[in-house]
């Protein structure tokens, strides 16, 4: 079984059945001048469009605090990922706060 470093995303419950990932591809060349080149992120990259893959989820562990609560978001690198969900997420939320009489 090959691990890929793979952020995924699902949107909120009720905005869409979409899953959305972000990819960092891993190429590079050591201080010997070989090349290396990540195996699960090339092989995603080299798809052709519409492929499938067959993957794995699990259950994030973040949440967002009362809606009262502003947030600040540092996101560097694949951290990009569960912050956008976490927008996305508040997003959500606000637009049914106000939705609410």
Same mark, same amino acid.
């Given at each position: ?13 009720? +905005? ?5 990932? @972000? ?16 195996? @699960? ?13 067959? @993957? ?14 502003? +947030? ?7 951290? +990009?990922?569960? @912050? ?18």
């Amino acid at each position: 079984r090959i691990m890929a470093d793979i952020w995924g995303e699902r949107a909120p419950k009720g +905005l869409s059945e979409d899953l959305d990932l @972000c990819v960092g591809i891993v190429n590079s060349v050591t201080r010997s001048n070989r090349e290396v080149k990540g195996l @699960c992120s090339n092989f995603m990259k080299d798809a052709l469009v519409g492929s499938r893959f067959q @993957c794995s989820l699990e259950k994030g562990t973040l949440q967002l605090p009362p809606l009262q609560v502003p +947030l600040i978001l540092v996101c560097p690198g694949t951290g +990009l990922s569960p @912050c956008r969900a976490l927008v996305q997420e508040r997003h959500q939320q606000v637009m049914t706060a106000k939705s609410l009489p």
